[in-house]
């Protein structure tokens, strides 16, 4: 069975610090990228960071300087460090896992987590 599951998520005040975590299980090819997606009440879900195998690291404009994506490739585990959070910061954050397999791509969601920023 394949699953991904976060943590982490919770409510702090605006300049704290969150870190959120996934973990994935049941995948039986490697991922190839895996990354963090949220998405707040009325508003479309947008990328927040992605991560390759290899390490190569892409990120939001939003959260440049701010944020730190992670990955441990033999746990199939990944992080995102969230430091100077702000009110628009607050969304639900999901995780996401990218493979590819005999020529196809699959894509895996977790169920989310919240992260509240309060002002």
């Known amino acids: 069975q394949v699953q991904l599951v976060e943590s982490g998520g919770g409510l702090v005040q605006t300049g704290g610090s969150l870190r959120l975590s996934c973990a994935a299980s049941?995948?039986?090819?490697?991922?190839?990228?895996m990354g963090w997606y949220r998405q707040a009440p009325g508003k479309q879900r947008e990328l927040v960071a992605t991560?390759?195998?290899?390490?190569?690291?892409n990120y939001a404009d939003s959260v440049k300087g701010r944020f730190t994506i992670s990955r441990d490739n033999t746990k199939n585990t990944m992080t995102l460090q969230m430091n100077n959070l702000k009110p628009e910061d607050t969304a639900v954050y999901y995780c996401?896992?990218?493979?590819?397999?005999?020529?196809?791509?699959?894509?895996?969601w977790g169920q989310g987590t919240q992260v509240t920023v309060s002002s």
């Open positions: 049941g995948i039986t090819f490697s991922i190839t990228t």
């Open positions: 991560i390759s195998s290899g390490g190569r690291t």
């Open positions: 996401n896992a990218a493979t590819h397999e005999f020529g196809v791509d699959y894509d895996y």
